[in-house]
């Protein structure tokens, strides 16, 4: 629900009454209009039947045997259903990874995701709504909310302006109050939402999925990388920091056998130091590598044939095999050993499909 669409509500009612209700719904996290109790029964009975507190009606949620990640299901006004995760990084942090899109029309060759093909484009409401969710979820719980990421379904830049209506909301000192850099955007790398996000004010943390150091590769697994080769990607990064100063986040999943050798370190290496904005060809603490365990998931089977998996005859699905975790620790220290900023993503919620990747709506 809009400000507009409120302010319709509320018409003929004192002006005061807008920012009671953004505070009961954003800073109080009522979960019914009834729980607002500064506001008269009769409004309260009109918002519940022409502005409810959530437009998204949840239908399952599942958590993580170690408890630490929870998956909800919910299903749009419209029956679409979207997928939103809740990570607990103890005594650290609370992340919700919300999704963009209903599906997403990227097809990148690993992701359960990109199989569905792209619904629809979610409101601003709806994305925000999935992190209400699970900030009222917390406060019962007697803690909190502490980051947002856009890495659910869906490819944020492809619905720009509902995205960042829906940060900028997220952000708002009246509201829920997310800090800039505790929100986070990641693209599958569309250039010209790059650059649009480089010239917007609200400057929020940006995380590219990258997955292989050159284009041949990177065009099998990505077919976006067509469109926006490396050397465009790489132009439009440069332009970011440019304007920003903003440090970037890459992201590589590492499929077995696919892009995790040590010569695809030794690559990627070389090319996040060719591509250093200062042009000195070092290392730059701007590009940091974030390593992501690959979960198993069921891809498409002609994105299995690419790279000489079976597919099953039945389901006509491929899956990708998870790089074991020697080839991961190998793959990392090439990158430490040339100098590269790099980590290791710690994993969440694999046995209840809510890993990256792995989000697919199986709930009918
Ligand atoms: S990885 Fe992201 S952009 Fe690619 S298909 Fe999956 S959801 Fe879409």
């Known amino acids: ?210 997955h292989a150091p050159n284009d041949e590769l990177r065009s099998n697994l990505m077919p976006v990388n067509k469109a926006y080769p490396l050397a465009k990607l790489f132009a439009a990064i440069r332009t970011y920091i440019g304007k920003t100063n903003r440090k970037i986040m890459f992201e590589h999943l590492l499929i077995d056998g696919v892009n995790d050798a040590p010569e695809i370190a030794e690559e990627l290496a070389d090319l996040l130091c060719r591509e250093n904005p200062d042009g000195t060809g070092r290392p730059t603490p701007l590009y940091h590598v974030n390593l992501i365990k690959y979960h198993t998931t069921e891809v498409l089977g002609s994105a299995a044939e690419r790279f000489g998996l079976t597919v099953d005859p039945k389901t006509g699905k491929g899956t990708f095999p998870s790089s074991p975790v020697k080839r991961r620790s190998a793959f990392q220290q090439v990158l430490y050993d040339r100098g590269i900023s790099v980590t290791h993503r710690i994993t969440f919620g694999e046995d209840i499909d809510a890993a990256c990747g792995q989000l697919a709506n199986k709930t009918k």
């Open 1 to 210: 629900m809009t400000t507009d669409a409120l302010e319709h509500i509320l018409a003929g009612e004192p002006k005061y009454r807008l920012s009671q209700v953004r505070e009961a719904k954003y800073r109080s996290l009522v979960s019914s209009w009834s729980e607002a109790t500064a506001l008269p029964p009769a409004l309260r009975e009109k918002l519940d039947r022409e502005a409810p507190i959530s437009c998204l009606t949840l239908v399952t949620e599942t958590a993580s045997a170690k408890g630490d990640t929870v998956k909800c299901a919910f299903r749009c006004a419209d029956g679409q259903l979207i997928e939103t995760v809740l990570m607990r990084h103890e005594g650290e942090r609370n992340t919700v990874c919300v999704s963009s899109q209903a599906g997403c029309p990227m097809a990148c060759a690993f992701c359960a995701t990109g199989t569905m093909g792209l619904k629809r484009n979610l409101t601003a409401q709806e994305i925000v709504d999935q992190v209400l969710h699970f900030a009222r979820k917390m406060k019962a719980e007697g803690d909190a909310v502490t980051n947002v990421v856009l890495m659910g379904m869906g490819e944020p830049f492809h619905n720009y302006d509902s995205v960042m209506e829906a940060l900028r909301t997220l952000n708002d000192p009246k509201g829920l109050a997310f800090g800039v850099r505790r929100m986070s955007i990641s693209t599958c790398g569309i250039v010209p939402g790059i650059l649009k996000l480089a010239d917007d004010p609200l400057r929020v943390n940006l995380a590219i999925s990258l």
